[in-house]
C-alpha cells in the first residue's frame, strides 16, 4: 500500500511512553432519591446567586459604558475580581456551592465569547437569563458519607456555617468503598424526579494501545463509518432516525392536544407531564442507542490495535447545509456533538486519542485515482471505474488527510463495506 509522504510519528508509537503516563478519568453515576420539601429552596437558592452575576454583570457593564445586554462584551480577569468582591455570600448555599454557580457563569460567558468570534453558531445568546431553579453543586470537602447499622447508608452535605445541614438517604445497594473518589454531587430536579448527580474522578494508569489510525465520517444517515486501513465498518442508524421520527410524531400529537385545553389548567398539567415522560422515555432509548453503538464500535478499535482516531470536524455543519425544511430538522436533532463526546470518554478510557480534521473534499475525493468529484447518489461512482459506499470514501479519505496524503490512491480494490446495525424491539415496530 502506498503511503506517500506519511510523518514519521504516526507510524512509529513508542509505546512505553504512553504505558508511563497516568491520567485522570471522569465518570459519572445518577441516582434518584426521595423528594425533601427543602430540596426545591435549595435549588432556588442557587438560581438566586446566578440572577445576582447576572444583576451584576449588568451594573458592570453599565458602569463602564457598554451597551444593552452585553452583546459584544468580552470579560476579563478584572470584572471576575470585581464580581467577586461584589457577591453577597449570604445565601443559604455552602461557599463553594456558591462559587459553583459564579464559576459556571463565567465559563458560560467564556464559550459564548469563543462562538461569538468563531461563529459556530449563528446569534449566540449571552448567559444572562434569568431561572427558578438550578441544579446545585457540592464540593469535596462539602460531603461526607456515614454508614450505621441504625440509620443505614448516608451522605450529609454541608449547607455552610450554622446551618443545618442535608441528610440524604442512599440505598441499600450504594457502593461505599468508591466514595472517596466522588469529586463533587449535584442535585437534579428531572421531569418530576430529584436526582444525585456524581462525578468520579480516578487516576490511572493510561492503558497501552496500538498505533493503527481509524478515520471515522460521521453522518446523518449513518452515525458512524469507520477505516482502519483494511476494511469500512459502517454503524447503520436506522433506528435512531425511527426514535427521532417518533419523538417528533409523539410531540406533534401532544401539542395539537394540549392547544386544545386550558393553559395551567388540570387537564393540561395531566397531558403535560404524560408528554414529558414520553419524550424522556425516548430521549432515553436514543442515549442507549448511541452508548451501544459507540460501545461496538470502540470494541472494535481495541481489537484492531488503533491507537488514534480521526473524526472530521463537524463545527459548523449545522450552518452550512440548506437542504430544505425536513432534512435541516433531521440535521439539526441529530446530536453529532453527544456522539463525538461519548467516542472521546470511551477512546480515553482505553488510552486511544481523538483527533479532529478539516473534512473539506473527504466526500469528494476518489480513493483509486484521486479525481475530484461530487457524488451525486448514497453510492459513489467515479470515471476511472471505482465505485463504493458513498460515506465508505469519506471514512478513507479523512483517514489519508490525517495521514497527510489526500490524493495519494489507496486501494484498488475495497471489499464490500460491514456493517452493524441495531434492530428496534418489537414493542416499537
Ligand atoms: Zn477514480
Known sequence: MPQGNVPASHLTGDKSAICDKSMRLTRAKKLKIERQDIFSEINAASADVWRECCDLMDRYQWQRGYGHAHMDFYIGEDCEGWMDKQLNKSQPLHSQSIQAVRASYFKSWRSYSVLKKTGGIKNPKPPNKRKQYRTTQWKKSAITFIESGLFGKRVILSMGRGRSRLDIKLPKSFDMSTSHLIATIELVYDYGQWELHFTYVETIVSPASGNGIMGVDIGEVHPMVCFDGQGVLIFNGRYIRSLYRLRNKVLA?????????????????????????RIRRIDNQIRDCLHKHTRKFLDQCKLKGIGTIVVGDLTGIRDNIGYGKKANQKLHQWPFAKLIAMITDKAKALG?????????????TCPKCSNRKKPTHREYKCKCGFAYHRDGVGAINIRQKYLGCLGVPVVADMAPPLGFRLEAPVALA
Not at 486511544?352 to 473527504?362: D, G, H, L, W
Request: aromatic fraction near 14%; charge should be positive.
Open 352 to 364: 486511544i486519542k481523538v483527533k479532529s480534521i478539516n473534512e473539506a473534499y473527504t466526500s469528494q
Open 253 to 277: 400529537e401532544f401539542s395539537h392536544t394540549i392547544s386544545g385545553c386550558e393553559r395551567h389548567s388540570k387537564r393540561w398539567w395531566k397531558l403535560t407531564r404524560r408528554k414529558w415522560k
